[in-house]
């Protein structure tokens, strides 16, 4: 697996000040243990770019699934720069975690084309609770550091082109 080549927990390049940045995140509920260690990293990696408080809007939906109706809901009712969706999809019995990890995955970037900003997949599909414990915060570090560096530098590079073309 690509994170035991490395830690998700490290950023590979400088992050940029983020003090006018905003975000909106929203939290699956199931694995609520998983999934608020990842919004928790998240949230300290904002704060040490200088996302201010009152630029973050947090929502909850109740699994995986729900993500990308949830996060398209909240940018429809918030201005944000980026939205990022957390959640985890255990590898189970059948292949339920396919269905749901490709459908969330498809339609997050869908409306990543269709609104023009970043929907970012914080999404954790491990085998096993141990491999998602293992990335949200384990030996491995945690995804959450991962995703809000990515979306950190999404919205400087679009702020950037912004600039750029006058």
Not at 10 to 29: N, Q, R, T
Not at 51 to 73: H, S
């Amino acid at each position: 697996m690509a994170s035991e080549l490395r830690n998700l927990s490290e950023v590979s390049s400088e992050l940029p000040d983020a003090s006018d940045f905003s975000f909106g995140i929203v939290v699956s509920e199931y694995y609520s243990e998983i999934t608020e260690s990842l919004l928790q990293a998240c949230l300290d990696t904002f704060a040490e770019q200088n996302v201010k408080q009152e630029n973050l809007i947090i929502e909850y939906a109740p699994g995986t699934y729900e993500l990308p109706i949830a996060c398209q809901r909240l940018n429809r009712w918030h201005k944000v720069d980026a939205v990022i969706a957390f959640g985890c999809v255990v590898k189970g019995e059948t292949d339920h975690d396919k269905y749901i990890n490709h459908s969330v995955a498809q339609a997050l970037q869908d409306l990543s084309i269709k609104y023009g900003k970043p929907f970012l997949f914080g999404v954790l599909t491990p085998n096993t609770y141990q491999e998602a414990l293992d990335r949200a915060g384990g030996k491995h570090g945690n995804k959450g550091v991962e995703v809000a560096a990515a979306a950190l530098k999404m919205v400087a590079l679009e702020k950037k082109m912004e600039q750029d073309a006058g």
